[in-house]
């Protein structure tokens, strides 16, 4: 389930192996960006955050990897499990404004 | 730490009413953002409120407004509603970086 540096609006991952989810981010004064897991009916449950001094974040089973040469964020999930299947947003933000852009968002579905 | 929470969860309203949404932050956190996300257009900023006094602004029409209450708490108001209003309506609680959301409240207008 690999999709290096291609942002893909839908994501079919088999069990067990690892997902790469892609985002391009838009604004280079960005510097700080979050990675967002939405289940249906719910609300974007905060997965794991990157300041953009850094280049590798790594959290329970996840990593996230910025690119700020092409502005490019991955969410890399080691081991999918069925309970990963929902839509991944990321999210970028200025420390000096108070808001959050979102990208379109990618459904990842894992097949059993 | 109880999270965010926002109410009511479900809400249906006719075209030209006015409605008014709730939320509840973490404790202790004094940022609350309201965003909109719709099929066509994703998760969009409405504003951000901190310590009661509106700090940024999304590009929706006055229709849209909100106030922040010395507890924290959140409400924004939605005046004279359209179909294209239906949405479900995302709060969002900020301790020092990390914006933790609501389950949110799903509007739709008739």
């Known amino acids: 389930g690999e999709n290096v540096g291609l942002h893909l609006p839908t994501l079919s991952v088999q069990e067990g192996d690892n997902s790469i989810i892609n985002c391009a981010y838009s604004?280079?004064?960005?510097?700080?960006f979050i990675w967002y897991k939405q289940e249906s009916g719910k609300g974007p449950q905060f997965i794991i955050d990157?300041?953009?001094?850094?280049d590798k974040r790594q959290g329970q089973r996840v990593t996230v990897l910025l690119n700020k040469t092409v502005k490019h964020l991955s969410l890399q999930i080691a081991a999918t499990q069925p309970g990963d299947s929902a839509v991944y947003f990321c999210?970028?933000?200025?420390?000096?404004?108070?808001?959050?852009?979102f990208g379109a968002g990618t459904t990842v579905t894992v097949r059993a | 730490k109880a999270g965010v929470t926002q109410t009511p969860r479900y809400l249906i309203k006719t075209r030209g009413q006015q409605v008014t949404l709730s939320c509840s932050p973490i404790?202790?956190?004094?940022?609350v953002s309201w965003y909109q996300q719709t099929p066509g257009q994703g998760l969009q900023f409405l504003f951000e409120?901190?310590?009661?006094?509106?700090?940024n602004k999304g590009n929706f029409p006055g229709r849209f407004s909100g106030r922040q209450f010395s507890n924290s708490r959140s409400e924004m108001n939605v005046s004279t509603l359209e179909l294209g209003d239906s949405a479900l309506y995302l709060c969002?609680?900020?301790?020092?970086?990390?914006?933790?959301f609501g389950p949110g409240t799903r509007l739709t207008v008739t």
């Open positions: 990157i300041r953009s001094n850094m």
């Open positions: 999210a970028e933000n200025m420390n000096s404004d108070y808001k959050l852009s």
């Open positions: 969002a609680s900020r301790g020092d970086y990390e914006q933790y």
């Open positions: 604004n280079s004064a960005s510097d700080y």
């Open positions: 404790s202790g956190h004094r940022s």
């Open positions: 409120y901190f310590s009661e006094t509106q700090r």
